[in-house]
């Protein structure tokens, strides 16, 4: 079982130095924060809000590569949450054939956005993730070390 | 050079010597150099992106694909071969790049546009060279800047 998630927003972790994805699905029950880094979120960032930058950034070079070869980006999944670590892959067809391919959330996600991909969560990922301590720790957040949400 | 991919004669081989510290500015600098050392080109990248190629100089591997080893594992499915890449062009101090990639059971070649640091760290991880155009060469703020490098190094030593 997979769940379809959405990027709802960015959110800056002082406390860490990091930022925080958050993914949402569709009726708001399920949300998947997963922490990432300064470069990782402005890959993200800037896919959010279709900002294009002068010069090709990583993950735009990732799909004019996948482009000039008409490799399509199926969709991508946050498969395990192992350690406080998550893990993803990417579907991709190329020439008649499907291909999977291990990747990091941050990276499958800020392709997905680019390319227009849907992002999904398996159950187990969802599952895993207990909310309750994530819940305490947004009540603990200032209303000033919230960065851009897109709703 | 009896390929038809081979570069033009007015391109200079570089290799990655080292990835310096800007500390100043939390920027990276990576220091290519031609074969005998008589040419240098130094390129101001961001942390990111100088870690990124630093780890592929220094054969780490990560327990998780980074963007560069994605892109990587791209090539590898499609069958398609990173042969070179270029720095082609400078403008203001912006230096800009071209990955030059083939499909083998496709036949086609094709040219990417990428920022020098995504070149770099994408031929360090496809073990292909990487080209300065003589053009670029030319036309780099030259003057002091040997200078300027070796006391850079000499400060990152003692450091």
Redesign the interface.
């Known amino acids: 079982m997979i769940t379809q998630m959405r990027v709802k927003g960015l959110i800056f972790d002082p406390y860490n130095n990091a930022y925080i994805v958050v993914l949402r699905d569709e009726d708001n029950s399920d949300m998947l924060p997963i922490w990432v ?3 990782e979120a402005s890959a993200i960032g800037l896919a959010l809000e279709s900002v294009t930058a002068p ?5 735009d ?2 799909k ?3 482009d ?2 008409d ?1 399509k980006i199926i969709s991508v999944v946050i498969t395990d949450l192992n350690d406080n ?1 998550y ?1 993803a892959k ?1 579907h ?1 067809t ?2 008649d054939s499907e ?1 999977t ?4 959330p941050s ?1 499958a996600i800020a392709l997905a956005l680019r390319s227009s991909a849907p992002i999904f969560a398996s159950e187990s990922v969802i599952k895993k993730q207990s909310s309750e301590e994530l819940e305490q720790w947004l009540e603990n957040l200032k209303p000033e070390d919230f960065g851009k949400l897109d709703s | 050079m009896t390929s038809s991919h081979a570069p033009a004669a007015d391109l200079v081989e570089l290799k990655v010597k080292q990835v310096l510290e800007d500390s100043n500015t939390d920027t990276r600098i990576v220091v290519l150099k031609n074969d005998d050392g008589s040419e240098t080109l130094p390129i101001w990248v ?4 100088g870690n990124a190629i630093r780890l592929a100089m220094e054969h780490v591997v990560t ?6 080893d ?2 990587r ?3 590898e ?2 069958d ?1 071969k990173i042969q070179r890449v270029v720095v082609t062009d400078v403008k203001s101090s ?1 230096y ?1 790049a071209a ?1 030059h ?1 083939a ?1 083998t ?2 036949g086609v070649d ?1 040219t ?4 020098p640091s ?1 070149a770099i760290a994408l031929a360090l991880r496809s073990h292909c060279p990487i080209y300065v155009t003589r053009d670029v060469l030319n036309r780099r703020t030259a003057s002091n800047l040997d200078a300027w490098v070796t006391k850079l190094e000499t400060k990152n030593i003692e450091t």
């Open positions: 880094g300064k470069s010069r090709p950034m990583t993950h070079l990732m004019s590569f996948l000039v070869f490799a670590t893990y990417i991709l190329y020439e291909y391919i291990d990747s990091r990276d | 961001g942390a990111a992106e327990p998780r694909p980074m963007s560069h994605l892109i594992s791209f090539a499915h499609l398609v912006t800009y990955i990639v499909s059971s496709k094709r990417l546009d990428a920022r995504d």
